[in-house]
């Protein structure tokens, strides 16, 4: 047996991600599939799977019966539990988190907390400041549920500034921010392995 054969491979990280925006041309939606493309095609022992809220009934605990939750929200719970990080992508409402982003977080709260000690990393579009007041409110929610969030690169997109950044369909187009993109995606890895081997 070949030496190489006796060494196990390193588990790929999961990312669950989750976009704030039910819109179907999301920009943010946009960005978390040119994630996805990003990390298949050139990031090694990373993969991202895109985590659907909209099903997501709004809370209410008159729906947890006996220790359980509605099927929807038992699913929702479980790949985030099983995910070693999570990706965070939403535009700003009213200067703060959207509140499908905020329905879904406070399902995945609910004891037992399963976003507790997962390392994570955010990102937004929109006008103005791309998002950034949502992304701090963001940062704070984190704070309570034990959400290790990454602080640098930081990545707010002014999604209207010329060149276009993203197409009709809200798909991202911009070459330079695929960079940006592929940067944040790089550091999520790096700080995902620092807090497995306990060097962080």
């Not at 999961?14 to 095609?41: P, T």
Request: overall charge positive; hydrophobic content about 45%.
């Amino acid at each position: 047996m070949e030496a190489a054969a006796l060494v196990s491979a390193k588990p790929v990280i999961k990312v669950a991600a989750l976009c704030g925006s039910l819109r179907k041309a999301s920009f943010n939606r946009g960005l978390l599939r040119s994630a996805i493309q990003i990390c298949d095609e050139s990031i090694k022992g990373m993969k991202i799977e895109y985590v659907d809220i909209e099903p997501l009934p709004f809370v209410n605990t008159d729906l947890e019966v006996a220790g359980t939750f509605p099927p929807v929200v038992e699913v929702f719970r479980k790949k985030i539990l099983e995910a070693d990080s999570v990706l965070f992508a939403s535009p700003e409402y009213n200067y703060s988190v959207t509140a499908p982003l905020k329905n879904a977080i406070d399902w995945a709260s609910r004891p037992p907390n399963v976003w507790a000690d997962k390392p994570a990393a955010m990102m937004s579009a929109g006008g103005g400041f791309g998002g950034g007041r949502s992304q701090y409110h963001l940062r704070q929610i984190g704070v309570y549920l034990d959400l290790h969030f990454i602080n640098k690169p930081e990545f707010f997109l002014n999604a209207f500034q010329q060149p276009m950044k993203f197409d009709s369909d809200g798909n991202l187009i911009d070459l330079e921010t695929k960079e940006k993109l592929k940067a944040l995606l790089l550091s999520l890895k790096a700080f995902t392995l620092r807090l497995q081997d306990g060097k962080c």
